[in-house]
């Protein structure tokens, strides 16, 4: 197996050397920085509540990964996690609603849950004001994960099994050579390595700094308190620091609590943000106990005045107590509040396993592990990934500001169309002025403005058919909505209408590699045709879908791909790399051609009459996925017939230069015909009255192509593409779930994703995506259900703890598929 150097002996670095040492590799060194018995990181002082359910699908996985595991992890009859359940409360109606939708994800997930009332919130902790709660969320599987005996736990289990661990040493550098990991420096040496990953916690922009590599984690201290003694704690047969009450959640104030023997541990999230440069803590000292280690710095009262009176409003009995011992502990925060896991983008053997909460911290090793020794983790790792952020996201300022501004919200609670409202304005199309003349209602996304509706359109709401009328919504979800939406679904479906494009990203592959790279990490032949574009999937080892792209072959040795995430430009960078060292004289190259071009969508039944008036026949003639370079008035564009809304159309390009002309020539002529400018909210809707998944969230590396109903992407004929021996033999038939439509049958109530599917009373699937299709003016919604849930079966969406029928669907909706075409 290969030499592996994991730096950092916290939660994550012992479970990873745990998972990678269980899976067979045999040549693990663990450095810390620090003395092994107390390294002196976030572990070292982390209370160790696990609330495992989360917004995302796979930081709950990690979670109950770690709950199990940590259960399993025992020594003298006592594992390293305390199952006290877990109650979240409601003190305000805004939270009783959100705990509603909590449970929603809950179920989702797979995690038991309770909505409590106020009284059995009481009969389960009594210690809580009854005038103050108006209701909570009971977990009976969350707890407390006793971190630091766990890392102790696994350092002995697998030193035993063969890991090396070298306490007092801290990694000074990273060596490689010619792109390769190689090792690391020590003050006591180097230690050779083909694989090093950083599990150095909050110390990981010090780390990455070391290859180069900016890690987007901000260091920020958090405040944690220590009550007296409290008789009403005080309970025979309790351990040492131990709990028999749930762990509590108060997030309305910004709160958490647990028991410590008889006494109460409150931590705060209320208070300022208080960002710290891990650098400046110096070295790690031989001695390091509860109360002194670097990563607690001293309490600051002040800041925790808030929340001391409104624990002593929550928990009465704390009115007798006083405040004996609290700090400022240092953890990470991330610009999206999720993990950092991935690999370097151009250091091939250098990992990332940074800013992971304890909660997640053996669900993200066991992940890593599988990475590392099948090329494939069974949870999808999109949200954690490295690769997701984009350049300017890691830009310092904005990696502290967009940090801080996590923190502040960590317990708010937040719309999921909710933009952000610093730092804006990032990355702008070249046209952006035009799309702020007609009123564009912008979202970020990845740092680009993204034109949500144009209030210019509001004028034509009067001119809507009484068959393309918006339902009016219920209160959240018409929250960043607008009814404008419905106008530009109408005017895309019976005239035409312009979409900015330009965030999505386009890449140019070439060089004499290239076709054969892009025939390995796609299913579909890409050479077939040589005037088509190719829309296809790139799998992983096991058959799981990292992306869609679409691929144009310009010239022999030079491709126009577009792909849909950033984590796609970092595989096919990778591969293309790994291959031109590979085979020096079949060299790849991959640039990033987003910034420098821009991208109109011209959809609509009307698009060809005005490119014809444009005198661009060879656009307007261009067959389905046909493609062609062409200048139009001039204007040197690159046009592709391909639709993401199910009209007839063409995305075309131009270099950023030209895309404010471009701009400017297709809404003139567009006037004509009655062109309107369409965000992203109509498209939403019109991709999925059509059918058209969205990675990410309809199709993730948990899915694969047939499951996804999109099986009719994997040539059957073709070998040799990475996933190929894993969807062998597989078909639609033969999948056990699959991505079906869902409509609702009272024609108005708009769910947004993330609802648990019932089926026969059984939570058996979960909505990826959701709209209102205004083409058949009834909501939608995308759910992976069991095969054996056929069209025309009755199902129940959960909304806020409400039943909401719908009933599955054949795909694409009839009504839209007549005349339309498929991307
Ligand atoms: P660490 O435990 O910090 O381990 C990293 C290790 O890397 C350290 O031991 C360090 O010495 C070593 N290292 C760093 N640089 C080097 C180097 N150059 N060479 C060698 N070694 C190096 N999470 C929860 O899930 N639930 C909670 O209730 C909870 N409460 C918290 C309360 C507080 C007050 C704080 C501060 C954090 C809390 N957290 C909680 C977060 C949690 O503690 C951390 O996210 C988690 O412990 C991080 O684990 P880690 O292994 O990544 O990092």
Redesign the pocket.
Same mark, same amino acid.
């Given at each position: 197996s290969p030499r592996v150097v994991i730096? !950092?002996?916290?939660?994550? +670095?012992t479970n990873l050397a745990d998972e990678l040492v269980s899976r067979g590799w045999d040549d693990i060194t663990v450095? %810390?920085?620090?003395p092994l018995v107390m390294? !002196? +990181? #976030?572990? *070292?002082?982390?209370? +160790?509540?696990?609330f495992q359910t989360n917004s995302s699908k796979t930081m709950s996985e990690f979670a109950k990964y770690t709950v199990s595991k940590f259960l399993s992890l025992e020594k003298d009859g006592q594992s390293c996690f305390n199952q006290v359940g877990g109650l979240e409360v409601a003190t305000t109606p805004e939270r009783l609603e959100e705990l509603k939708r909590k449970r929603g994800w809950a179920t989702s997930w797979k995690i038991e849950t309770q909505l409590f009332t106020t009284d059995e919130c009481l009969e389960l902790y009594p210690l809580l004001d009854r005038d103050s709660v108006l209701g909570g969320l009971h977990i009976p599987t969350d707890g407390l994960a006793l971190?630091a005996r766990a890392v102790q736990l696994l350092i002995a289990r697998t030193t035993k099994a063969g890991v090396r661990y070298l306490d007092m040493?801290?990694?000074t550098d990273v060596e490689r050579s010619n792109g390769y990991v190689t090792g690391i420096t020590t003050p006591n040496g180097s230690i050779a390595a083909n694989i090093v990953i950083s599990?150095?916690? $909050?110390?990981g922009v %010090?780390?990455g700094a070391m290859v180069g590599l900016p890690i987007p984690l901000l260091p920020l201290a958090?405040q944690?308190v220590k009550t007296g003694s409290l008789q009403a704690l005080a309970a025979p047969k309790k351990p040492v620091n131990g709990a028999n009450l749930p762990i509590l959640r108060h997030q309305d104030q910004d709160l958490y609590y647990r028991e410590h023997g008889d006494r109460y541990g409150i !931590?705060y999230y209320g208070h300022r943000p208080m960002p710290v440069v891990a650098a400046s803590l110096g070295l790690?000292p031989k001695h390091v106990d509860e109360k002194d280690m670097p *990563?607690r710095l001293d309490f600051t009262p002040e800041d925790f005045e808030p929340a001391w009176e409104a624990s002593k409003k929550l928990l009465p009995v704390l009115r007798e107590a006083e405040i004996t011992d609290g700090f400022n502990?240092? $953890? *990470?925060f991330t610009p999206d509040g999720g993990p950092i896991v991935g690999q370097h983008p151009t250091l091939d053997g250098f990992y990332v396993a %940074?800013a992971?909460?304890?909660?997640h #911290?053996a669900g993200v090793a066991k992940a890593l592990a599988e990475l590392l020794t099948t090329g494939c983790s069974e949870v999808d790792l999109a949200d954690c990934d490295l690769a997701r952020f984009e350049e300017v996201q890691l830009a310092p300022a904005y990696v502290s500001e967009t940090s801080q501004q996590n923190f502040v919200e960590v317990y708010d609670i937040l719309h999921p169309m909710q933009p952000r409202e610093s730092p804006r304005n990032l990355r702008v199309s070249p046209f952006h002025v035009r799309l702020q003349e007609l009123g564009a209602v912008f979202v970020e996304s990845r740092a680009w403005e993204r034109p949500q509706w144009f209030e210019a359109n509001a004028e034509l709401l009067q001119d809507l058919p009484a068959q393309w009328r918006p339902v009016s919504r219920d209160a959240w979800s018409a929250r960043f909505h607008s009814p404008i939406s419905a106008v530009e679904a109408w005017k895309t479906r019976t005239a035409v209408a312009m979409y900015d494009m330009t965030p999505l990203k386009r890449l140019e592959v070439f060089g004499p590699g290239a076709a054969d790279l892009l025939q390995k990490l796609t299913t579909s032949d890409i050479s077939k045709h040589p005037d088509q574009a190719t829309y296809t999937l790139m799998l992983d080892n096991g058959g799981g879908i990292l992306g869609d792209v679409i691929v144009a072959r310009l010239e022999a040795h030079s491709f126009h791909v577009g792909v849909f995430s950033p984590t796609a430009l970092d595989y096919i960078s990778r591969t293309a790399r790994q291959h031109s060292k590979q085979t020096p004289n079949q060299w790849t190259q991959v640039r990033d051609i987003t910034g420098g071009t821009s991208s109109i969508g011209l959809w609509g039944p009307l698009a060809p009459s005005m490119m014809n008036a444009l005198h661009a026949p060879s656009i307007a003639n261009l067959a389905h996925h046909g493609f062609c370079r062409t200048f139009t008035a001039g204007i040197p564009v690159l046009a592709i017939r391909l639709s993401h809304v199910g009209e007839l159309g063409w995305e075309i390009y131009t270099s950023a230069e030209f895309g404010l002309r471009l701009w400017n020539l297709l809404w003139d002529a567009g006037q004509a015909y009655g062109i309107v400018a369409a965000g992203r909210a109509a498209l939403n809707a019109l991709r999925m009255e059509k059918g058209f998944r969205d990675w990410g969230t309809d199709m993730t590396s948990e899915h694969d192509a047939f499951e996804a109903g999109l099986g009719h992407l994997v040539d059957v004929g073709k070998e040799g593409f990475v996933g190929a021996v894993a969807v062998k033999g597989r078909s639609e038939g033969s999948s056990s779930r699959r991505l079906r439509t869902l409509t609702v049958d009272d024609g108005r109530s708009v769910v947004l994703g993330k609802e648990p599917v019932f089926y026969d009373g059984r939570a058996v699937g979960y909505v990826t995506s959701a709209a209102f299709a205004y083409t058949i003016r009834k909501p939608i919604a995308y759910a992976y259900l069991p095969g054996e849930v056929v069209d025309g079966a009755a199902v129940e969406i959960e909304y806020f703890g409400r039943r909401i029928r719908a009933t599955v669907t054949d795909e694409p909706l009839k009504s839209v598929s007549a005349r339309k075409e498929r991307p």
């Open positions: 730096i !950092g002996a916290g939660i994550v +670095g450095v %810390e920085q620090g390294p !002196g +990181g #976030s572990t *070292s002082h982390a209370p +160790g509540l696990v971190a040493t801290p990694v599990c150095a916690g $909050f110390w %010090e780390i958090h944690y !931590g790690t *990563s502990g240092i $953890f *990470s %940074e992971v909460w304890v909660t #911290s």
